[in-house]
């Protein structure tokens, strides 16, 4: 199978979500919580949930199997956004955010580490986190995970 490098870089970040900790593999464990808190039918119908632990490339040839066409990163983050505003209000709490950050850094993120991030989310300071205040933060994320220069 063949990547062009912007599917390597997806693939790589979202490979790094699941495993924090950068342990080269991905329990399934992890992988099993992922797919269900994205509550999505098609994923979970399409996508065979592994029973051992996943290298980079088993991880990529398990994704390309999966996926019905491309997909940017802000959908995939619309996805996963949405599967946080559990409330379908349009604006997630800041613990909403901090439960699932806790629940997929493991304990490779700190308390202080889940509190920078959600106060950096939460531009407009009242506690919610819109989807484009999450899409920014993701899309900083990705940007600091490739080396680039953020501000």
Do not use: C, W
Not at 49 to 70: C, E, R, W
Not at 74 to 82: I, M, P, T
Not at 121 to 137: H, M
Request: aromatic share 8%; net charge negative.
């Amino acid at each position: 199978m063949s990547l062009t490098h912007g599917q390597e870089i997806e693939y790589k970040e979202a490979f790094a979500l699941f495993d924090p900790t950068n342990s080269g593999t991905i329990q399934p464990k992890a992988f099993t919580d992922f797919i269900a808190l994205l509550n999505d039918p098609e994923v979970t119908k399409d996508v065979k949930i592994p029973t051992q632990p996943l290298d980079f490339k088993s991880f990529v040839a398990l994704m390309v199997k999966g996926n019905k066409g491309p997909e940017t990163a802000d959908e995939a983050y619309g996805a996963l956004y949405k599967s946080i505003n559990k409330d379908g209000s349009g604006d997630a709490s800041a613990a909403d955010l901090r439960a699932a950050l806790q629940h997929f850094g493991n304990s490779s993120l700190s308390e202080a580490d889940v509190d920078e991030i959600v106060h950096e989310a939460d531009v407009s300071g009242d506690g919610r986190i819109t989807l484009e205040e999450f899409l920014k933060i993701m899309q900083k994320s990705e940007k600091k995970l490739r080396g680039e220069h953020v501000f």
